[in-house]
């Protein structure tokens, strides 16, 4: 019995290192003059494949994703307008630069360095004030008849053609968090 308990002890102790994966920490969306800011920050763990990959000189392209879900009409407009894709998104790049031992993250063209990999997770799909929808989408509209969902994905189509096949039903490279409601209030 004692060695089924310690047995049971390290299956659980062991359980983070297994944990890879994505997870939303925040998620909220304040409605300013018909339009959604939406403020999101994920806890990002990378697989060892994914790190090795990563210290490889291979940049990991993420996605963060947004989507309307109410109010309806508005939500099945947009969805028809964009052929179903998500209403917004936005590309973050994480990579690592070996002769400096430095991670830069890039949003667009604006890019940031980081002394150390926790640091450079933590600003992947960390946002603040994104403006989500075209000025007046939602006006006349309250706060609370709105409702969003964020998602933080790695983008396995920005890698180079043969990590892509590798990638292709391998779960060390099926990074990403789950649709997450975003918590909306209303602005000035």
């Known amino acids: 019995m004692r060695n089924v308990s310690l047995l049971g002890w390290l299956a659980c102790a062991a359980l983070p290192a297994w944990s890879d994966g994505i997870s939303a920490s925040r998620s909220e969306a304040e409605l ?7 403020s999101t920050r994920f806890n990002v763990k990378l697989s060892n494949t994914l ?56 949003i667009g063209s604006l890019s940031t360095y980081y002394q150390s990999l926790d640091k450079a997770l933590a600003a992947l799909g960390a946002i603040q004030g994104w403006r989500v929808l075209e000025p007046g989408t939602l006006s006349g509209v309250s706060a609370d008849k709105v409702a969003g969902r964020v998602k933080l994905e790695l983008d396995i189509g920005e890698l180079p053609k043969p990590f892509q096949l590798n990638a292709l039903g391998s779960p060390d490279w099926g990074l990403a968090s789950s649709w997450t409601n975003l918590d909306v209030k209303g602005g000035g």
């Open 32 to 38: 300013v003059d018909g339009q959604l800011s939406v």
């Open 51 to 106: 790190y090795q990959t990563l210290t490889q000189g291979i940049p990991l392209s993420f996605r963060l994703e947004f989507e309307l879900t109410r109010p309806r009409a508005t939500a099945y407009y947009l969805s028809v307008k964009e052929w179903f894709d998500p209403h917004a998104s936005m590309a973050f790049k994480l990579s690592y630069q070996p002769l400096t031992n430095r991670y830069r993250v890039t």
